[in-house]
């Protein structure tokens, strides 16, 4: 089976210009999170959807931040405008459950550099 | 989730099986302790994750002890490609996962 598969792998762009991250979960997972991480803070969730339906967006860090799952298969995460300090790599991850404590499966993310 | 403890960095002779320690003293009772793995310029990998029991897969075992207080996630026979941060993880009925600084392992031929 498929894993987590995520688009681009790689992104170079720079600061104001909007950025588009995509994910496909595992088909089958309804839950579907979004992490980043940087050298200094690690791994960090940003925003996880159960059902399609964002249940915490509370590590989202700013307004420039969005997410969106219009399906079960479709995720993407929007930068608008982006700046340096974004830069950072991206995972998207999915699992089957809420709450089930099934275990979580990772992409291999997206490397972002905002020049 | 209960905060997580790990050495810093370890280092295992190929072959040889990898122990790596966690601390998790304020485990409540039905938090399970989760293992994951990152290689370099990968995502994080699932491992094993468990509740009161040990537990074996095709990856690692995983000790917990009986207070639950500590486990050792074991890779019974390690390899290079096994050189990865590994996270431990407390967490229980949510859907967050916590991960800390974790432990650097080393294997080295």
């Known amino acids: 089976d498929a894993g987590v598969i995520q688009s681009p792998r790689h992104e170079v762009t720079e600061m104001g210009q909007e950025v588009t991250l995509r994910c496909k979960p595992i088909s089958g997972h309804n839950s579907l999170f979004w992490y980043r991480q940087t050298m200094m803070r690690g791994l960090e969730l940003l925003i996880y959807f159960n059902n399609n339906v964002p249940i915490d967006d509370s590590g989202m860090p700013e307004d420039r931040f969005s997410a969106k799952m219009p399906n079960a298969s479709f995720s993407t995460l929007k930068i608008q405008p982006s700046e340096p300090r974004d830069s950072a790599v991206y995972f998207c991850?999915?699992?089957f459950g809420r709450g089930s404590n099934q275990p979580q499966h990772f992409g291999d993310g997206t490397r972002l550099s905002i020049l | 989730d209960a905060k997580t403890t790990q050495p810093p960095s370890m280092d295992c002779a190929e072959g040889r099986a990898a122990n790596l320690p966690c601390n998790h003293s304020?485990?409540?009772?039905?938090?399970?302790v989760y293992w994951y793995r990152q290689i370099h310029s990968q995502g994080p990998q699932y491992i094993i994750h468990?509740?009161?029991n040990n537990e074996t897969n095709e990856m690692a075992s995983l000790i917990i002890t009986e207070d639950r207080k500590s486990s050792t996630l074991i890779l019974p026979h390690a390899t290079l490609r096994d050189t990865a941060v590994y996270y431990c993880i407390v967490r229980y009925n949510t859907d967050k996962l916590i991960f800390g600084t974790g432990t650097r392992l080393q294997v080295f031929p």
């Open positions: 468990g509740l009161k």
């Open positions: 304020t485990i409540s009772g039905n938090e399970y």
């Open positions: 991850a999915s699992s």
